[in-house]
Nanobody, 131 residues
């Protein structure tokens, strides 16, 4: 089983930046599509934030973060990043990293946006944006 571990969360003022990291071990990282999701307080559902294809050549974002967040994948370090700029209080949530590790013969440029499309998840890292 692939181990997924997030880091980099914290408390930041509105307008600030954070970079989340996600290390995946126990498998072939270069063959995984990766995604970031978040879950806001108050029992809200986990929502897709950003995804990157297995090849690293395609990305996709939640509309409300497009232009502020950037996802990237470093296969040499088995790590995916989420650079978050111009943070807003509504970005406050627990952020989860997910790896799609199932073997399928689908285009390496596909990006996945649903919780059910990912197989291995991290424990989450808290991001709090104060106003």
């Amino acid at each position: 089983q692939v181990q997924v571990v997030e880091s980099g969360g914290g408390l930041v003022q509105a307008g600030g930046s954070l970079r989340l990291s996600c290390a995946a071990s126990g498998g072939t990282f270069s063959s995984y599509a990766m995604g970031w999701f978040r879950q806001a307080p108050g029992g809200k559902e986990r929502e897709f934030v950003a995804g990157i294809s297995r090849s690293g050549g395609s990305t996709y974002y939640l509309v409300s973060v497009k232009g502020r967040f950037a996802i990237s994948k470093d296969n040499a370090k088995n790590t995916v990043y989420l650079q978050m700029n111009s943070l807003k209080p509504e970005d406050t949530a627990v952020y989860y990293c997910a790896a799609r590790t199932r073997r399928t013969y689908i285009s390496p440029d596909n990006v996945y946006t649903r919780v059910s499309e990912y197989d291995d998840w991290g424990q989450g890292t808290q991001v709090t944006v104060s106003s």
